[in-house]
């Protein structure tokens, strides 16, 4: 237990650390996410059939380009688009997007992928009689939207989009491979050092079941209180 204590020689504070840049990178793609799949979902529902097109080719694309590709794309790629236009204005800069930043926002990309089709779904399981009863009130569509058709398409949808925070916790591991200090990367860090294989990575496994079970707790209790209007017919 020394190995992972937070007593000389253990890695216990590295890990606590990378646990919180974990947690800060899967909740700086969470809204990100949440907000870009449900633009796309209501791009997929739109009259517009140009938008329709192009929210489904985003859809469609991110869910088949790898999280990792994404991730290097957004990183390595951009950071040097940027050192492109700035050398054609004379400006020479070896600046890069910071890992966390690119890390983040590649990961919400993808996850907005997904959650359109979870917000689709949650959308579409709405009763046409609630979009016909907001129109007779003679609501604004981004009022109706606001007050009447989001509130249940988020209960509908919170089910999925709990499972798709499981997955983007998880995924968060792969910012190691652009060098953010996350907690795979300690223990891969340790790893290195100690050469003890087995018990850092069960560790570590140890350490994503209890993120894990932690974010399950919370959204049984997210899950209870949006349904907490609802009457149970026996």
């Not at 949440?34 to 929210?55: H, N």
Request: charged residues 10%; proline residues 3%; positive net charge.
């Amino acid at each position: 237990m020394e190995l992972v204590g937070f007593g000389a020689g253990g890695w216990g504070r590295s890990f606590l650390s990378g646990l919180v840049v974990t947690m800060e990178v899967a909740i700086l793609a969470l809204p990100l996410g949440l907000f870009f799949g449900l633009m796309i979902a209501l791009g997929r529902r739109s009259k517009s059939r140009l938008l329709r097109i192009a929210s489904a080719g985003y859809a469609n694309a991110f869910q088949a380009i790898p999280e990792l590709l994404t991730i290097f794309a957004i990183y390595h790629g951009c950071s040097h688009l940027i050192q492109l236009l700035m050398s054609e204005l004379d400006v020479q800069t070896s600046w890069t997007i910071p890992g966390v930043a690119a890390g983040s926002f590649a990961l919400s990309l993808v996850f907005a992928a997904y959650s359109s089709e979870i917000w689709l779904g949650a959308l579409q399981g709405i009763g046409r009689g609630q979009y016909e009863a907001a129109m007779s009130l003679g609501l604004p569509g981004i009022v109706s939207l606001r007050i009447v058709i989001l509130p249940q398409a988020f209960r509908l949808a919170l089910p999925g989009l709990g499972n798709l925070w499981i997955i983007l916790l998880k995924d968060t591991a792969l910012v190691s491979l652009i060098s953010v200090s996350e907690f795979m990367r300690e223990v891969n860090l340790a790893v290195a050092a100690t050469h003890r294989y087995f018990i850092l990575y069960l560790f570590s496994c140890l350490g994503y079941i209890a993120l894990t079970k932690i974010s399950e707790f919370v959204l049984e209790r997210l899950n209870l209180r949006a349904s907490r209007h609802l009457v149970r017919v026996a």
